[in-house]
């Protein structure tokens, strides 16, 4: 299957820094990206949905000036956590597609802030 | 996107089949049953997908039912590596499409 990369793996920051997380399409071009999010021991909660070129599509709940997404190439998107705060302590998880396609998951990034 | 429902938990013996159910009684005629699984602080991994004849790949099997509302992952023998939580997921491949995970089956794999 298709590979999805992400950098860093885990970050450890302080509270009211900003911290970026990319994902890669290692060996396809995905038109669409998809940003998780996911708390010990509860399932992943979609945060938003980008398409290349375009503005990211944010579910109900989701702060969009607090998570930046940015999908500026069809192999990379970054999520900016901005200004965060212990309780954005979570694993982050991103995902990428192809139209017609199988979504394929990355590695996840664990975001701790102190 | 049709919504699953599966079983909150399942074990296994170590070396036999593990068959996980899912229901899906609302799946639409585009819909696609898609299976991840989800081993402890890593992301999903893609397991297999189907529309409406049973799929087979190196991993697992996957069958689905004539009238298309449940399905069934076979795990044909169980290792402990697979321990996981195992979603089971109703998708179309609109663009406006996305993937909404639900509380999964966790599958043990007892020695």
């Known amino acids: 299957g298709a590979v999805v990369s992400q950098h860093p793996s885990w970050v450890i920051c302080k509270s009211g820094t900003s911290v970026k997380i990319e994902c890669r399409s290692l060996?396809?071009?995905?038109?669409?990206m998809f940003w998780y999010r996911q708390f010990p021991k509860q399932s992943l909660m979609l945060m938003a949905t980008?398409?290349?070129?375009?503005?990211?599509?944010?579910e109900q709940g989701v702060e969009k000036d607090k998570f930046l997404i940015n999908h500026a190439s069809l192999t990379l998107s970054t999520l900016t956590v901005t200004s965060a705060h212990p309780e954005d302590s979570s694993f982050y998880i991103c995902?990428?597609?192809?139209?017609?396609?199988?979504?394929?998951f990355g590695p996840g990034t664990r975001l701790l802030v102190l | 996107d049709a919504k699953t429902t599966q079983p909150p938990s399942m074990d296994c013996a170590e070396g036999r089949a593990a068959n996980l159910p899912c229901n899906h009684s609302?799946?639409?005629?585009?819909?696609?049953v898609y299976w991840y699984r989800q081993i402890h602080s890593q992301g999903p991994q893609y397991i297999i997908h189907?529309?409406?004849n049973n799929e087979t790949n190196e991993m697992a099997s996957l069958i689905i039912t004539e009238d298309r509302k449940s399905s069934t992952l076979i795990l044909p023998h169980a290792t402990l590596r697979d321990t996981a939580v195992y979603y089971c997921?109703?998708?179309?491949?609109?663009?406006?499409?996305?993937?909404?995970f639900g509380s999964g089956t966790r599958l043990s794999i007892r020695p």
């Open positions: 060996d396809f071009q995905a038109t669409t």
């Open positions: 189907g529309l409406k």
């Open positions: 997921i109703v998708r179309s491949y609109s663009s406006a499409s996305k993937i909404i």
């Open positions: 995902s990428a597609r192809v139209p017609q396609e199988t979504q394929y």
């Open positions: 980008s398409n290349e070129g375009s503005k990211a599509t944010y």
């Open positions: 609302t799946i639409s005629g585009n819909e696609y």
